[in-house]
Structures are given as structure tokens and as C-alpha cells.
């Protein structure tokens, strides 16, 4: 049994989660701060990959990262290139998760008590030190449950990966694609193996939420 998947889709979830969380915290700031329609439109983009089916997604990316893309023929002047390798991977991981986590850490951000944020702002306090020493650790436990959250959803990414990274065994393949392959083959038991695998691992993740959750409490 070959168990580069695992690796593949351990490492590609964990690199676009610290990606997502450390795009998704920030952004989670301002549209909490915001009123009004630039509110309602950036909130809306934020969360769009949550409700878009995963292909649809993979399509943005193709047109984003593709070779006739702009994106895309200025990154091969580089010597870079992204549609089939493994970061091509964790961009679509990054992509699901992000959502994922915007949305928890912005709730946790809202339900702040405004009147110590206040305080802090009549003391002197800059923006940026309110929001590192007090918004941060008074929402940790949004944000650790957000990326939880979004950890797991970028471990069982599969349309969009599979469509922007592709099934290169030892590079791309994922734990979801090794799934899908293994089952069209018809060796039902690599993918039954594999479904055991990700089950595990999803329940460990939901362990560790409920965990989380509890401590909030």
C-alpha cells in the first residue's frame, strides 16, 4: 500500500489552512468593522467558495492560474508553474478553507464586548495593538474552532484539486482523489482502505471541535 496520499493530503491541508487562517483573520476584522453595502459585498465574496460546487471552482482557478491566463503566462516567465503540482493543491485547499474560517472568526469577532474595546481605545491603544492583544485572544477559541473546521473541509477537497492539480501519484494525488481512482479501477479495496483512513481522521478533527467548543463554553 502506498501511502503517499496520506502524506500528500496531511501536508496540503495543514499548508493551506495556515494560509487561509492567517488571509481569513484579517479579513474577518474588516468586514466586522464595515456597515452598509461594501459589508454586504465583501461578505458575499468571502464566503462565495462555501456555497460553490468545488468544480466551479476549479474552473475560476484554471482561468485564474492557466497558461493562456495572464496570471498564468507571467508566472511561466518566472519559471513558475502552478495547474498540475502540488501547489496547485493547496491553493484549492486554501481556496475551501478559507471561507470556512472568515465566517467562525468574524462571528467571534461580533460578539466581542464593545465596551472593553472601547476602554482600550480611550487609553490609547492603537488599532493594531486592540486587535493583536485583545480581539485575538478574546476570540481564540473562534478561531481555533475555525481552523479546525477549515482543516477539515481542506482534507476532503476533491473537485477543485482534482481539476486544477490533477492525479499525480506522489504529487498531487490527495487522499479523496486516490478515492475516486481506486474505485473507478475497481479495487474496491485500496478504496475502501483510504475511506477508513479519512474517516478516522475526520472524526479525530470533529473530537477535537467538540473539545474546543466545550473550553469555549
Same mark, same amino acid.
Given at each position: 500500500?502506498?501511502?503517499?496520499?496520506? &502524506?500528500?493530503? =496531511?501536508?496540503? %491541508?495543514?499548508?493551506?489552512? !495556515?494560509?487561509? +487562517?492567517? *488571509?481569513?483573520?484579517? /479579513?474577518?476584522? @474588516?468586514?466586522?468593522?464595515?456597515?452598509?453595502?461594501?459589508?454586504?459585498?465583501?461578505?458575499?465574496?468571502?464566503?462565495?467558495?462555501?456555497?460553490?460546487?468545488?468544480?466551479?471552482?476549479?474552473?475560476?482557478?484554471?482561468?485564474?492560474?492557466?497558461?493562456?491566463?495572464?496570471?498564468?503566462?507571467?508566472?511561466?516567465?518566472?519559471?513558475?508553474?502552478?495547474?498540475?503540482?502540488?501547489?496547485?493543491?493547496?491553493?484549492?485547499?486554501?481556496?475551501?478553507?478559507?471561507?470556512?474560517?472568515?465566517?467562525?472568526?468574524?462571528?467571534? &469577532?461580533?460578539? =466581542?464586548?464593545? %465596551?472593553?474595546?472601547?476602554? !482600550?481605545?480611550? +487609553?490609547? *491603544?492603537?488599532?493594531? /495593538?486592540?486587535? @493583536?492583544?485583545?480581539?485575538?485572544?478574546?476570540?481564540?477559541?473562534?478561531?481555533?474552532?475555525?481552523?479546525?473546521?477549515?482543516?477539515?473541509?481542506?482534507?476532503?477537497?476533491?473537485?477543485?484539486?482534482?481539476?486544477?492539480?490533477?492525479?499525480?501519484?506522489?504529487?498531487?494525488?490527495?487522499?479523496?482523489?486516490?478515492?475516486?481512482?481506486?474505485?473507478?479501477?475497481?479495487?474496491?479495496?485500496?478504496?475502501?482502505?483510504?475511506?477508513?483512513?479519512?474517516?478516522?481522521?475526520?472524526?479525530?478533527?470533529?473530537?477535537?471541535?467538540?473539545?474546543?467548543?466545550?473550553?469555549?463554553?
Amino acid at each position: 500500500m502506498d501511502w503517499a496520499p496520506l &502524506f500528500i493530503s =496531511l501536508k496540503t %491541508s495543514l499548508v493551506g489552512t !495556515a494560509i487561509a +487562517l492567517v *488571509l481569513g483573520v484579517p /479579513a474577518a476584522r @474588516l468586514v466586522a468593522r464595515l456597515r452598509g453595502r461594501s459589508r454586504a459585498i465583501l461578505d458575499g465574496l468571502f464566503a462565495l467558495p462555501m456555497v460553490l460546487p468545488p468544480t466551479v471552482l476549479g474552473f475560476f482557478l484554471l482561468m485564474i492560474f492557466g497558461r493562456n491566463s495572464p496570471v498564468g503566462q507571467f508566472l511561466l516567465t518566472l519559471g513558475i508553474r502552478i495547474i498540475f503540482s502540488w501547489t496547485a493543491t493547496v491553493i484549492a485547499a486554501t481556496v475551501i478553507a478559507f471561507p470556512l474560517i472568515y465566517r467562525t472568526v468574524r462571528a467571534s &469577532f461580533e460578539q =466581542l464586548d464593545g %465596551s472593553v474595546l472601547a476602554a !482600550a481605545r480611550t +487609553l490609547g *491603544l492603537s488599532e493594531t /495593538a486592540i486587535f @493583536l492583544r485583545l480581539m485575538v485572544p478574546m476570540a481564540w477559541p473562534g478561531i481555533a474552532g475555525g481552523t479546525i473546521l477549515g482543516f477539515a473541509r481542506a482534507l476532503g477537497e476533491f473537485g477543485a484539486t482534482l481539476m486544477i492539480a490533477g492525479n499525480i501519484p506522489g504529487r498531487t494525488q490527495t487522499i479523496p482523489v486516490a478515492i475516486y481512482f481506486a474505485a473507478e479501477g475497481g479495487d474496491m479495496q485500496s478504496a475502501l482502505t483510504w475511506v477508513l483512513v479519512i474517516v478516522m481522521i475526520s472524526f479525530s478533527v470533529v473530537m477535537l471541535l467538540n473539545t474546543v467548543g466545550d473550553k469555549r463554553r
